[in-house]
């Protein structure tokens, strides 16, 4: 745990006590902060007082006592309206900051020279943020990795100046640390999201505007419009600025052709790495995550060889392309994260000969904007509430079967693969649905699918030593 010292004597509120919350009230209570902490379930409550937070009803707190109320990300701080707490602190004008917050606060009172990277973007930051902590590790360096990938921060080591801290921020986790100040903040992309807790998207960019806004080195994706803007006005101040692109050469910067990766500086361009052959970074979305994390690597020092040692032994991240084994010549690869159609679309362009497993909880547009790729698929196997809805978009130019279940699609689609006899098949799930219908998210649905793929491949093994 990083122990809070910031507000050390003072009373602070906590609210939200999921997993971040909990490791905010214990890490301020550590640092010597006088906690409050409440939420709207009853049940977290009562699992705080029992691990030893102090917990007070906040409804009827004097808000004028806080020095500052610490706020769970999940908690909304504007739209589609405040919730009541940020009401109440607001009103008694009592600052309202996150855990990322203190953790920038935090680090510049103790440890100033820790490097700091944080991601963010609409999508890609979580591959991006583990595939930077895999480089700085494989290269020997002491990585604490969390943030909104999963681990709370403040529930890492704490601060020194020989730990490199790679943070992976949400737009709701920015909103909430005014004055975050990474030694490389990295902004993949901006495109549609979270409106209905930002309000538009001139908000929605102007807050992850913010990550890069105050890094000592800004690393900017411009293959967006939105993004490309921010780029140009971090240029236009004079500050440290790499831009990254994987669909044309960029001045300075780095940028992908084909399988490398090209840092330019003035002009003038040189190959620093290759990802050609490496599986868990297929695709131009991997390639932009790559050309992300090779751009912050280098600028904290690691060498070409470092990099490319480190990018080639890259296992990726469960559900997100994730290549689960080979039964044959048949690739099977878990892409359950997939959870809408702009999502499965990325996958959908990596491989050339796809048995696809799709299908759940649909979202707003179905897979209508798919259909250009509808050429890569043999077949496609549908299961849950969307099948039907698939199969009308489907009719007359892919075609299908209704699985209706994980089990079923998946054994299909693997007996059909194993008979074709096109090169490189690949049995792909990449749902482009919610999971809620038959799962409880998408990581169940991923499991299931890997479980099934591997107890198929050791029954293959089996049946070929017999």
Same mark, same amino acid.
């Given at each position: ?78 739209? !589609? ?158 500050? !440290? ?157 892919? !075609? ?22 096109? !090169? ?43």
């Amino acid at each position: 745990m990083i122990p809070v010292t910031v507000f050390a004597g003072r009373k602070v509120a906590v609210f939200g006590l999921g997993g971040s919350g909990l490791v905010t009230a214990k890490a301020l209570a550590a640092g010597g902060a006088d906690v409050s902490a409440f939420d709207d379930n009853a049940d977290s409550v009562a699992n705080a007082a029992a691990s030893g937070v102090t917990t007070e009803d906040l409804r009827n707190a004097d808000f004028s006592a806080f020095a500052a109320l610490v706020l769970a990300p999940g908690v909304p701080l504007t739209h !589609p309206e405040p919730h009541w707490v940020v009401t109440k602190a607001k009103a008694a004008g009592v600052e309202i900051i996150g855990d990322i917050e203190l953790f920038c606060r935090e680090r510049r009172a103790i440890a100033p020279d820790a490097a700091l990277i944080a991601i963010t973007g609409t999508n890609g930051k979580s591959t991006t943020t583990a595939l930077i902590g895999h480089l700085f590790r494989t290269a020997g360096r002491d990585v604490q990795l969390g943030g909104n990938i999963g681990t709370a921060i403040l529930s890492l080591e704490p601060i020194t100046d020989d730990r490199v801290y790679v943070v992976e921020c949400s737009s709701f986790q920015i909103d909430l640390a005014p004055t975050i100040d990474p030694t490389v903040g990295i902004l993949l992309n901006v495109t549609e999201d979270h409106l209905d807790r930002h309000g538009s998207m001139e908000r929605y960019a102007a807050i992850k505007a913010r990550l890069v806004d105050g890094a000592a080195t800004a690393v900017v994706g411009v293959d967006d419009d939105w993004s490309a803007s921010i780029a140009a006005e971090i240029d236009r101040r004079g500050k !440290p600025l790499e831009r990254i692109s994987v669909k044309r050469p960029v001045v300075d910067g780095f940028y992908v052709d084909k399988t490398d990766i090209f840092q330019a500086t003035d002009a003038s361009a040189r190959q620093v790495a290759d990802l050609a052959g490496i599986g868990s970074l297929r695709g131009a979305h991997n390639a932009q995550n790559a050309a992300a994390a090779v751009a912050a690597a280098s600028a904290l020092g690691l060498s070409d060889e470092m990099i490319q040692q480190g990018l080639a032994s890259f296992p990726g991240l469960a559900h997100r392309m994730e290549e689960v084994t080979r039964i044959g010549p048949v690739l099977f690869v878990n892409d359950s994260k997939a959870t809408n159609a702009d999502a499965a679309e990325k996958a959908l362009a990596s491989f050339d000969r796809i048995f696809w497993i799709l299908g759940g909880k649909a979202k707003t547009g179905g897979i209508d904007s798919l259909v250009p790729y509808f050429g890569k698929i043999a077949k496609a196997y549908l299961i849950g509430a969307a099948s039907e809805a698939f199969a009308a978009t489907l009719e007359g130019k892919v !075609p299908y079967v209704m699985a209706g279940t994980m089990d079923r699609a998946v054994a299909l689609a693997a007996e059909d693969a194993a008979r074709d006899t096109e !090169p490189e098949p690949v049995v792909l799930l990449s749902p482009a649905c919610a999971s809620f219908d038959q799962y409880r998210n998408f990581e169940k649905r991923g499991d299931h699918f890997r479980e099934l793929v591997l107890a198929r491949a050791g029954a293959d093994a089996i049946e070929e030593v017999r």
